[in-house]
């Protein structure tokens, strides 16, 4: 017997900077199974927390072999998520993981509402999302942080700068 669509939507009006990002990390090596728990703690902390700006958090399954889960989380805007990247213990993790992988890739994506998408594939063997088709550049210069890939002006640094990860 067929049966009729509930269909809905959202007004999304009270929303003007919503940021909506995926994340991914991947198991590149057996070892990186253990770096990909260990995150997996800290980030269900960070979520714990309830950081300013941070308005849904979901798990996402992207595939099981090779080993792609993260999450999917919708920001109120571009200065709460840089707030949050910027903070402790944000800021040391993302550079212990930049400085160390530790067998596994991480990748995000950002889209805008008020207009821009980036994307960073850190130790991502295999082009993945917006890099299957739009090509892969290093991340560095004026592609090194998120804000900047957006397209928009910031005062403060990425959460790790340049500098400090490829210091001597």
């Given amino acids: 017997m067929p049966t009729r669509v509930n269909r809905q939507t959202v007004d999304l009006s009270a ?3 919503l940021l909506v990002l ?46 792609n889960m993260g999450m999917r989380q919708y920001w109120r805007d571009l200065p709460s998520l840089l707030a949050f990247a910027r903070s402790e213990p944000h800021r040391q993790w993302w550079l212990d993981f930049l400085r160390d992988s530790g067998g596994t ?10 207009g821009g ?25 004026p592609m090194f942080g998120s804000a900047a890939r957006l397209g ?3 005062d403060g640094s990425p959460a790790v700068s340049e500098t400090e990860l490829y210091k001597a």
Avoid at 120 to 130: A, E, I, Q, S, T
């Fill in 117 to 141: 998408m980036e994307a960073v594939y850190d130790d991502v063997p295999k082009p993945l999302g917006f890099g299957r088709f739009a090509g892969i550049q290093r991340a560095r210069g």
């Fill in 152 to 154: 928009r002006a910031d």
């Fill in 15 to 17: 929303y003007p900077d």
């Fill in 22 to 67: 995926y994340l991914g990390m991947r198991v590149n090596h057996l070892y990186g199974i253990r770096t990909f728990f260990s995150f997996g703690r800290k980030i269900s902390q960070s979520v714990a927390s309830q950081p300013d700006g941070l308005l849904l958090h979901e798990p996402v399954y992207y595939s099981f072999f090779p080993m």
């Fill in 105 to 114: 890739g991480f990748w995000h994506e950002t889209y805008s509402m008020r």
